[in-house]
């Protein structure tokens, strides 16, 4: 099969015609990863085939991989026992992902099918609150007692191997079950068979607690560049692991929420495709209103200014032009400066090196807008006289300034105030900035053009 391309299609050949042996081979040699993106577009009645003929241990593999709506299809379609089989070989937590999305009556049809230990298992994962290191974290994991030789910690890993979610590292708990350390698979294989593990162990184990937020235990894992992460309950015994393919997911989860929320969108867990439009229309309209609402308040800076606009008509073409600079210049500062709050890279305690940074950032490309600005309206028609042409190049700087301090200083004063800091991003900075950006512009007309 080193030649072959699966395709849906063919799939589909060898599922009609009954090849058996030849789908099973498929399902061995092919990555199961890739295989479940096809087997996705196959009718119901086609997957529940395969599950039957194929292993347990590779059904068990694929059902993690499949959309929720085919899971659900096999969950009411399999049987007390083939639901029990095949719980046998899906990690538990990830048995609990599936679940959160099934009704009602499905997830107490696999509750009841399951056996007392898969049940209790999964009664504890689900019993934590969403979105908490508890939530998604997996209870199978290496367990080893410090005064363990290597060679008996080496029989143990081969007993407990074959059910843990990774062999990578195996974690150290006394008699009452809490954690006391840690080792790589690594160490214990090229450590002397009669050392122990007491001897060979890490006791300053990084580890995260069952009911911190799943975004704080991705920044322990990025911060400490580790794998796999050790949970502990309160009294600081060992209750699981999350790997780093788990906080994989939390991670694009995030940044997916951060993007819909700088942009006005109240999130959604649902990919865009999955959204339906009734979703999407509550997501948006929310914010789409309340922007709505702050923008009179441009327009209310602009009617206080009719005046200086009925003297001199050519300064309300470039209205779109100083606020489109400072909105983007603000944009930009926010953008930075929220993704080092997210990263932990900044804090409110910043605030004064984040506003000194913005300044000279401001000042610096405001110097060089300002001239590019002046021979742009000199140049380019329509005609404006030198003075106008001036004024409007400087509260382009001066506004442009003010933006990238405004765009760096509202997110850390969210952050201060324990809110989110890209809520801040699109509703508030625009409206302020487009009111700063009004004022100082025609503030400086009024008193540098004496209108």
Same mark, same amino acid.
Not at 75 to 92: C, G, K, Q
Not at 202 to 214: G, K, M, T
Not at 283 to 295: D, N, Q, Y
């Given at each position: ?24 081979? $498929? ?18 009645? +086609? ?14 593999? /694929?059902? =993690? *991989? ?5 899971? +659900? ?9 083939? @639901? ?7 990690? %538990? ?47 199978? *994991?290496?367990?080893?007692? %410090? ?20 062999? =990578?590292? #195996?974690?150290? $708990? ?14 214990? /294989?090229?450590?002397?068979?009669? =050392? ?27 911060? *400490? ?6 949970? $502990?309950?309160?009294?600081? #015994? ?21 993007? +819909? ?10 990919? *865009? ?15 789409? !209103?309340?922007?709505? @609402? ?17 003297? @001199? ?86 506004? !442009? ?15 201060? #105030?324990?809110?989110?800091?890209? $809520? ?20 400086? =007309?009024?008193? /540098?053009?004496?209108?």
């Amino acid at each position: 099969m080193d030649n072959l391309e699966i395709t849906k299609e063919l799939l589909q050949e060898f599922i009609s015609e009954k090849q058996i042996d030849t789908l099973r081979e $498929v399902f061995d040699e092919f990555n199961i990863v890739d295989l479940a993106l096809f087997v996705n577009e196959l009718p119901l009645p +086609q997957i529940l085939f395969l599950f039957k003929i194929l292993r347990k241990d590779v059904s068990g593999t /694929l059902f =993690s *991989y499949l959309e929720s709506e085919n899971q +659900q299809g096999i969950i009411e379609a399999f049987t007390s026992n083939d @639901i029990r089989s095949m719980l046998e070989h899906v990690y %538990a937590d990830d048995m609990v992902d599936v679940m959160e999305d099934m009704p009602a009556n499905l997830v107490k049809k696999v509750l009841q099918a399951a056996s007392e230990e898969q049940r209790s298992e999964i009664n504890m994962l689900l019993s934590f609150a969403p979105n908490t290191a508890g939530s998604m974290m997996s209870t199978d *994991y290496l367990e080893l007692d %410090a005064m363990d030789t290597v060679s008996e910690a080496i029989k143990k890993i081969k007993r407990q191997g074959k059910v843990a979610e990774t062999i =990578s590292f #195996c974690y150290i $708990v006394n008699r009452k079950h809490r954690l006391v350390g840690a080792i790589a698979l690594r160490d214990i /294989l090229f450590a002397p068979v009669n =050392s122990y593990i007491e001897d060979l162990m890490d006791r300053d184990v990084v580890y995260v607690q069952v009911n911190d937020d799943q975004e704080d235990v991705a920044h322990t894992m990025s911060k *400490y560049d580790i794998m796999v992460l050790p949970v $502990v309950n309160d009294q600081n #015994c060992l209750i699981g692991i999350i790997t780093a393919d788990d906080v994989i997911d939390v991670m694009e989860e995030e940044v997916t929420e951060d993007i +819909q929320k700088m942009a006005a969108i109240v999130p959604v867990e649902e990919s *865009y495709l999955d959204t339906s439009i009734v979703e999407l229309v509550k997501s948006r309209l929310p914010w789409l !209103l309340a922007l709505m @609402i702050t923008a009179t308040f441009t327009g209310n800076v602009l009617a206080s200014y009719e005046e200086a606009l009925a003297v @001199i008509p050519a300064l309300s073409a470039f209205v779109p032009m100083i606020m489109g600079t400072a909105g983007n210049a603000g944009n930009q500062a926010s953008v930075m400066v929220i993704r080092g709050i997210s990263v932990d890279d900044l804090s409110w305690k910043d605030m004064l090196k984040v506003l000194w940074k913005e300044m000279r950032v401001g000042i610096i490309c405001g110097a060089i807008l300002f001239v590019v600005v002046v021979i742009r309206i000199m140049v380019i028609p329509p005609d404006v006289a030198l003075d106008i042409a001036l004024v409007i190049a400087l509260s382009t700087v001066i506004s !442009l300034v003010a933006a990238n301090m405004a765009g760096g200083l509202l997110p850390l004063l969210a952050h201060a #105030c324990k809110q989110d800091p890209a $809520v801040m991003a699109a509703p508030l900075i625009a409206t302020v900035i487009d009111t700063l950006s009004l004022m100082i512009y025609f503030f400086l =007309s009024m008193k /540098l053009l004496g209108i």
